[in-house]
């Protein structure tokens, strides 16, 4: 490590996305990651490999800081490297990095940047200045007092999700979702005056529904280093998304596959923006053209993050290579197949109809290369066994409810 200090990777967050860094971290290096955040909630409860830092209020940014000022000055024998896995918590983290990096290294993107790209309707337009294809986009923008609805000449349904998600973070409403299917102008109407009486103040994006089930989609990881070179790719090919009004749209299973066609256009992007440190796409295949329909970029390793290191190339290296080691990293484009699963097999198989994807699942499971990220051997307790068990009946519960057959449109 760098100045012969030790690595402290220290983590904001509590979801499966954080243990999946921890887990990563603890294979590559054998380190214990320090977990901040309000609660231990389940993906990293009762964990040997993280140690928690509970703060009162994990939705305040100033509690949060204090508490990662708190925990460095704790460990001064430490290299510290802090990361985080959601876009308000990248931001809390951006908007702090002067105070932050006194003491951590941090690994992330500038604010303007991170406004930029952020914002799914400045990322359609980035985009559609490149030649990537995105779904037609109208922007809502709710910041003005003399505030009048947007005029809305796409077909029904169509889409409807905030364009920062860290805006649209603390906003509760009856029928909040995360993303929103719109059939009916009526629908879109009653939204707006759901936000607007809510005091969202932020802008919301209304976009085409690109046709197709949740198999028409990919995921895109990368890595960009120091120097500006793209050391890390790695896609796969999504087979069913988590349906829970919060969770719409976060891939529960996926194939790692391949496709070089499509990490060029995340290429293009990541090159043409001067893109910094990790990035998750999100891509969907058109199935009326065929064409890659690029929806946004998380500017973070993102949720399932997991489906890398299971096909070998663990991202931390990545990181700790680039920002703690100060080494250049040889690229590495991901080819390995594995299944990436927080399902049970028998629901995943369920509602993979594609006769070929589904012989590939199948296949998959047989040869035993199958990820879950909570399964990790070497921390097993028997109360983390519970709750992953726990966990996988729980899904099949949230399908019954949420999801029950699968639809043309993923929706």
């Known amino acids: 490590m760098s100045e012969s200090l030790p690595l402290q990777p220290v983590i904001l967050g509590?979801?499966?996305?954080?243990?999946?860094?921890a887990r990563s971290f603890h294979e590559a290096y054998g380190v214990t990651s320090v977990v901040v955040a309000g609660a231990a909630l389940g993906p990293v409860a009762h964990s040997r490999i993280v140690r928690h830092e509970i703060v009162a209020d994990g939705h305040d940014p100033r509690q949060l800081v204090d508490r990662l000022l708190e925990v460095a000055l704790g460990m001064p024998g430490k290299r510290l490297l802090l990361m985080a896995n959601s876009d308000w918590l990248v931001r809390v983290v951006v908007q702090h990095r002067v105070e932050l990096e006194e003491h951590y290294v941090v690994p992330f993107l500038s604010e303007d940047l991170?406004?930029?790209i952020s914002d799914k309707a400045?990322?359609?337009?980035?985009?559609?200045d490149l030649g990537i294809s995105v779904p037609r986009t109208i922007v809502q923008d709710f910041g003005g007092p003399e505030w009048t609805a947007e005029p809305v000449d796409l077909d029904y349904p169509l889409i409807a999700k905030a364009a920062s998600s860290a805006d649209y973070q603390d906003v509760e409403f009856e029928g909040k979702k995360k993303v929103f299917e719109i059939a009916t102008p009526d629908e879109l109407s009653w939204l707006w005056q759901a936000l607007r009486a809510a005091g969202f103040r932020g802008r919301f994006v209304v976009q085409e529904l690109v046709p197709g089930d949740d198999t028409q989609m990919r995921s895109i990881t990368a890595y960009v280093d120091t120097r500006g070179e793209?050391?890390?790719?790695?896609?796969a090919h999504v087979l069913l998304e988590e349906h829970t009004p919060s969770g719409l749209g976060n891939p529960a299973a996926m194939i790692t596959t391949r496709d070089d066609a499509m990490l060029d256009q995340a290429r293009m992007f990541l090159a043409s923006t001067?893109?910094?440190?990790?990035?998750?796409?999100?891509?969907?295949v058109d199935p009326r053209t065929g064409a890659f329909r690029f929806f946004e970029v998380?500017?973070?390793i993102g949720r399932n993050n997991y489906y890398v290191t299971a096909a070998g190339a663990n991202p931390m290296r990545f990181v700790v290579e680039d920002h703690v080691d100060g080494v250049a990293v040889e690229p590495v484009v991901v080819d390995r197949e594995i299944l990436y699963s927080i399902l049970p097999h028998r629901l995943l198989?369920?509602?993979?109809?594609?006769?070929?994807?589904?012989a590939r699942v199948r296949r998959l499971v047989r040869a035993k290369a199958v990820a879950h990220p909570l399964r990790y051997a070497r921390d097993l307790s028997p109360r983390r066994r519970l709750y992953v068990a726990m966990a996988l009946v729980n899904q099949v519960r949230k399908f019954r409810r949420y999801y029950p057959e699968v639809?043309?449109?993923g929706f």
Not at 14 to 21: H, L, Q
Not at 122 to 128: R, S
């Open 230 to 235: 793209i050391t890390l790719l790695c896609s």
């Open 274 to 284: 001067g893109y910094r440190g990790f990035a998750n796409f999100d891509v969907k």
């Open 114 to 116: 991170l406004d930029r």
């Open 298 to 300: 998380n500017p973070r």
């Open 349 to 358: 198989l369920r509602y993979v109809k594609d006769p070929a994807l589904n």
């Open 122 to 128: 400045t990322f359609a337009e980035i985009c559609t």
């Open 14 to 21: 509590a979801d499966i996305g954080v243990y999946a860094m």
């Open 407 to 409: 639809t043309s449109t």
